[in-house]
């Protein structure tokens, strides 16, 4: 019965969907539009070409693949990029290194600047910290010369960090354990506990047998 309808419908030159599910509903049809729609569903497969005798099937052209998009980097890999030397750089970092040489000439003189400095800490010469200073101050980037003001603030320790032996890594790093330790016992303990995981058991002994 559906066919009939649509055959009928079709041949009287409806093509658009709903148009036709309104002519077929005027002739007696009830059921969905979804059905409809599956119904004609292989109705609009192109018809296969068919090649007359004698004519030659045409050879595929070859389509040239399209150069990948160019892939975003953060400014936090950007900045890491720029305190690494080559021979620590991965073959696909010192890819991103060179383009960011050729389109930003910014990033070659900070990246020579920050390897600079780092060069400076390991030889621990003022000479070298005083040039680097002034080269730095002559660069013209911001954030660099907003650096080399502020330790020209406080110049006398950083010649003495480039110079002496001494750090203060060990004091960072109990100060580090220190609040790791006071927040795990946020809400759990008191300050006795506290006192007997953070001091030497030295101090803690006698305070304990003077309370008992």
Request: proline content about 8%; glycine content about 6%; overall charge positive.
């Amino acid at each position: 019965m559906v066919s009939r309808l649509l055959t009928t419908t079709l041949d009287a030159g409806c093509q658009h969907g709903r148009t036709l599910f309104a002519e077929i509903q005027a002739l007696g049809y009830v059921g969905a539009f979804s059905y409809l729609a599956r119904f004609l569903s292989p109705w609009r497969q192109p018809p296969p070409l068919k090649l007359t005798p004698g004519f030659a099937e045409a050879t595929p052209q070859k389509v040239t693949p399209r150069p990948p998009a160019a892939r975003q980097i953060s400014p936090q890999v950007a900045a890491a990029l720029l305190s690494k030397f080559r021979t620590d750089l991965t073959p696909q970092q010192e890819e991103i290194v060179d383009a960011f040489k050729q389109q930003c000439p910014d990033f070659a003189v900070m990246r020579k600047l920050v390897l600079g400095f780092r060069s400076v800490l390991r030889l621990g010469k003022l000479v070298g910290l005083h040039s680097w200073l002034e080269q730095a101050q002559n660069s013209g980037i911001h954030a660099i010369t907003r650096f080399v003001r502020t330790l020209k603030q406080d110049l006398g320790a950083v010649e003495a960090a480039v110079t002496e032996p001494w750090s203060n890594g060990p004091v960072e790093g109990h100060v580090n354990r220190l609040k790791t330790i006071k927040r795990q016992m946020y809400g759990r303990a008191g300050v006795e506990l506290l006192r007997a995981r953070l001091l030497p058991e030295a101090f803690v002994v006698p305070q304990v047998l003077h309370q008992s």
